[in-house]
């Protein structure tokens, strides 16, 4: 197994030197435009939390859960209706519901959703321990840098794990931790004891459309606050079982260098990106082809297109269902996600609930896309492309090509845009978030002063 090579010593150098620095980067402050990104990504997720919890499945997995919370009102679930209670159960709660639409944020660099790992449990945690906003806002961008670092130093060659199985437990056990305020070597015992009791849940889990999928992130929240709990009484991992898990167990690669490179100087949450389309990021460049497409329509209908071809990436190439039987299965999936958005012309929520599966035009157009490699693949950020062909049924061709989505760093969506999905997310359950939470987002002196756990309970509030 290798268990004395230079690969392996060297990782747990840098697992101990990455804990180091998240340590010593809690007593420093945040450049503005990181604790910016750090806002956006609370506003982002918490509201995707919102969304989530309105789904069927969501409200009664929550009630679930929340009939055996511990009788202690230390954190709040963002769900209507829903009082506060132990941060356990708010962390699995929230867990439950941050990727439920496919709305939450995520890190362009890897494949990974660290603000949905870490903030279910880091919330919690904050609420009862009681920072400003502005030391929440720090917090979160150290655990999100945590989390992405082992992203990248461990990636997958292909599509087995699906990285809410792979990371949750460790971007957890990073909030919970650096909430905590646990030294370098007791983090470290956090963090990589949150390693082994990674899982190996499969990528194809979300392509077949098993709801487990959503859960993934749930009970990582659960374990990363446990493996604090845990390192506090001196159990946990070596600086080494992260290699081990992953490289051996998973069978990952192993990038040295990774972990460390640039520490706090280039920060993650600035390579982060955001979704307005509630579909898997690789379709989403198809998306805004079709989208490009309907807008040339006139008098001309959807119901002309006799056959719609997709050159897309290797990863669009593994979005194949065409009969998807949950609404998974239908976000991870290039032939509905194209055809719901014909139908409906928008690729958000409502692209995605159950009526969608049954749709007969939007089934018949599921049935007549192909889906080709695309010819072009190009470096980050030009590697998702997607050129989308329709073929009319007079024999006319439209062709309409993205070469690269927009959300991420190169390309972000404006103000505008941002506050509004948040509105249209959170507004309807909690009428005080998004304004709220955009003045996080705006560096508002007085919002980022007050304690944490007072604007969680303002942000579940009537509207002022």
């Known amino acids: 197994m290798g268990k004395q090579s230079p690969e392996r010593s060297r990782s747990g150098e840098e697992v101990r030197e990455l804990m180091e620095w998240a340590v010593a980067a809690r007593r420093r402050p945040l450049r503005e435009d990181v604790r910016r990104r750090a806002a956006l990504i609370l506003a982002d997720d918490i509201g995707a939390m919102v969304a989530g919890s309105q789904e069927n499945q969501v409200v009664a997995a929550q009630a ?16 209507a209706g829903v009082a506060r209670c132990d941060r356990y159960t708010a962390a699995v ?15 362009r660099n890897a494949s990974c959703h660290a603000g949905a790992y870490t903030l279910p449990a880091l919330l919690a945690e904050a609420e009862v321990r009681g920072p400003t906003v502005e030391a929440l806002l720090r917090d979160i961008a150290i655990a999100y840098e945590v989390t992405t670092r082992f992203a990248l130093a461990f990636p997958f060659p292909r599509f087995t794990v699906h990285p809410h199985a792979a ?9 919970s931790a650096v909430a905590r305020r646990l030294d370098a070597q007791a983090m470290l015992r956090a963090v990589c004891g949150a390693a082994s009791m990674t899982y190996a849940g499969h990528f194809d889990t979300a392509v077949e459309g098993a709801l487990v999928r959503n859960a993934w992130t749930g009970v990582g929240a659960w374990i990363g606050l446990r493996a604090a709990d845990w390192a506090d009484c001196g159990i946990g991992g070596l600086a080494t079982s992260p290699y081990d898990t992953f490289t051996d167990c998973l069978s990952t690669e ?23 389309f509630a579909c898997c990021g690789y379709a989403h460049a198809a998306v ?36 998807p039987e949950t609404v998974l299965a239908a976000k991870f999936s290039i032939p509905h ?16 609930v159950e009526d969608t599966l049954t749709d007969p035009r939007i089934a018949r157009l599921r049935e007549a896309i192909r889906l080709v490699l695309h010819p ?13 062909t329709w073929r009319f049924r007079d024999g006319t061709v439209w062709t309409a090509a993205c070469d690269n989505a927009r959300g991420g760093a190169d390309q972000p969506f404006d103000d505008e845009a ?47």
Request: with cysteine; glycine share 8%.
């Open 93 to 107: 709660a929230n867990g439950l519901a941050v990727t439920w639409c496919e709305l939450d944020e995520g890190f």
């Open 288 to 323: 805004e082809a079709t989208l490009e497409l309907l807008g040339r329509l006139g008098e001309r209908t959807i119901d002309d297109v006799a056959e719609v071809e997709i050159a897309t990436s290797p990863g669009g190439m593994a979005l194949t269902t065409v009969k």
């Open 167 to 175: 990371f949750p437990t460790i971007g957890a056990a990073a909030g």
């Open 418 to 464: 941002l506050f509004g999905k948040l509105r249209d997310n959170a507004e309807a359950v909690f009428p005080a978030m998004p304004r709220l939470l955009w003045s996080v987002v705006e560096g508002d002196p007085a919002t980022l002063a007050r304690p944490w756990p007072a604007l969680a309970a303002a942000l579940t509030g009537p509207a002022r």
């Open 376 to 388: 072009d693949i190009r470096p980050w950020p030009n590697d998702r492309p997607a050129k989308v």
């Open 254 to 276: 192993y990038r040295p260098g990774a972990m460390v490179e640039a520490l706090g100087e280039r920060w993650s949450v600035s390579n982060g990106y955001h979704k307005v």
């Open 64 to 79: 679930k859960v929340l009939a055996d919370a511990a009788p202690r009102a230390e954190a709040h679930v963002f769900a």
């Open 337 to 352: 996600s194209v055809a719901a958005t014909m139908v409906i012309r928008d690729a958000g929520r409502r692209a995605f």
